[in-house]
Structure formats: C-alpha cells, structure tokens
C-alpha cells in the first residue's frame, strides 16, 4: 500500500528501487497517508511512510517499524520565497512551525 505515482513519498520510494532496477508493484495507492495508515493498522498490508506521520501509531504499537539495512530514504522540503518578499511575523511565525514540525 503506497501513495499514489507523482507523491514526494512515491517518486522517493521509486527512486530508491530504481537503482537496483526494482519497482513497486502496490495493491492500493491512496493520496490520503492516514488512510494508508488506517489500512497498516488494520492488518490490510504494509506501507512505506515517512516516519514522522507514524508516530502516534508507533507509540501505541499499533504499527511496527522495520528498518531497512543499506536504504536511507529522505525528501527535502525548502519553502521558497520571492527575493523581495518582505518576512512579516505571521509569515515567520508559520516558516518557524513547519522547521519545527520537519
């Protein structure tokens, strides 16, 4: 169970395959992580999720985190703005949050 082609969590987990000339072959796709995370919890499969959205799952051992020996998947997000775009504090304020939460 994975996210659908085209995701930043796909096109990483592709990439990744890619280079042993593997590819994924899902029984369900889904653009919603959470259902995807439902449908772990309730025994229908596994996925592959950035660990941060499993947290909650993890610690009430409702999933089990398997680490894959060699595989280090990562996506790097940037927020980007217009050189001239003045930071006002809201707009900092919601910058601080989404460093905080990644």
């Known amino acids: 169970m994975l996210r659908e082609q085209g995701s930043a969590i796909r096109n990483t987990l592709d990439s990744v395959l890619s280079l042993s000339n593997q ?3 899902p029984v369900w796709e889904s653009v919603n992580s959470f259902a995807l995370i439902k449908a772990a ?3 229908l499969g596994i996925t592959i999720l950035p660990e941060n959205l499993l947290l909650d799952s993890l610690l009430h051992k409702k999933l089990r985190l ?3 020996d060699g595989i280090d998947m990562e996506n790097k997000m940037l927020a980007i703005l217009h050189k001239d775009k003045n930071i006002t504090q809201p707009l900092k304020i919601i910058l601080d949050n989404i460093s905080n939460v990644l």
Do not use: P
């Open 23 to 25: 590819k994924a072959y």
């Open 41 to 43: 919890e309730a025994g």
């Open 66 to 68: 398997i680490e894959l």
